[in-house]
């Protein structure tokens, strides 16, 4: 079963730039995740789709921050304009309800941004 | 507020010594707690997931425990590897079905030196 693809996995923009990231999420999981992870720190939940539906979007920066899943399959992520702030690993993740009733998540290996 | 605090910070073994990883939590609606493995340059990884009626859960040399009383759970790692290096996140499950928050510690990061 292939897992979580992410690309790119390194990104080196300067403050101002616009930078998008996208994610292939495990085929048949209907739910998926965009994580902002700052160094030394755990993920954050930036956004939390359900099919092509948003369940969650409370910590996105809406204001520079967008997010979609057109079909309910692939997402990106876009950030427009970048801040120095926004430097970190960018995780997408799918999970689907398993056999024992959890909603086991998948991760990929993240995007990491350097905003200069 | 839910928080999810894990300690220590950091810490630095002898390959084939044994550790234990700290996780408190004051989180509402409790549903359940899990503990990630994250490699350095990789997403976290599952290593186990626990309900409040479940006291402990091994996953090969990983155990972790759940004490719902006192709001604590610990990640314990027999004979440590050097693959064993790595951060572990404690992540706890708030809601009472439907949509789930997931709130996540800051990591413990684990060395193992040989």
């Known amino acids: 079963e292939a897992g979580v693809a992410q690309s790119p996995r390194y990104k080196i923009i300067e403050k101002r730039q616009s930078v998008a990231f996208w994610c292939n999420p495990i085929?048949?999981?209907?739910?998926l995740y965009w994580y902002q992870q700052i160094l030394g720190q755990g993920p954050k939940l930036l956004i939390q789709?359900?099919?092509?539906?948003?369940?969650?979007d409370s910590q996105l920066p809406k204001d520079r921050f967008s997010a979609e899943r057109l079909k309910g399959v692939d997402s990106t992520l876009k950030i427009q304009p970048a801040k120095l702030e926004d430097s970190a690993v960018y995780l997408c993740?799918?999970?689907?309800?398993?056999?024992?009733?959890?909603?086991?998540?998948?991760f990929g290996p993240g995007t990491r941004l350097t905003v200069l | 507020k839910n928080q999810v605090e894990q300690s220590p910070q950091s810490l630095i073994i002898l390959e084939g010594k044994n550790c234990t990883l700290q996780?408190?939590?004051?989180?509402?609606?409790?549903?359940?707690l899990r503990w990630y493995k994250q490699d350095t340059g990789r997403g976290p990884v599952s290593l186990t997931i626990?309900?409040?009626?479940?006291n402990t859960k091994s996953n090969g040399r990983y155990t972790a425990t759940l004490d719902a009383d006192t709001k604590q759970s610990s990640l314990h790692i027999t004979a440590s590897q050097l693959s064993d290096s790595a951060s572990y996140i404690c992540v706890v499950s708030a809601g009472s079905g439907g949509y789930n928050k997931l709130i996540f510690g800051a990591g413990t990061r684990l060395a193992v030196h040989p």
């Open positions: 789709f359900q099919n092509n539906g948003v369940v969650d």
């Open positions: 626990m309900t409040f009626s479940e």
């Open positions: 993740a799918s999970s689907a309800r398993g056999t024992s009733g959890f909603d086991t998540q998948y």
């Open positions: 085929s048949g999981h209907a739910t």
């Open positions: 996780c408190n939590y004051t989180v509402s609606p409790f549903s359940n």
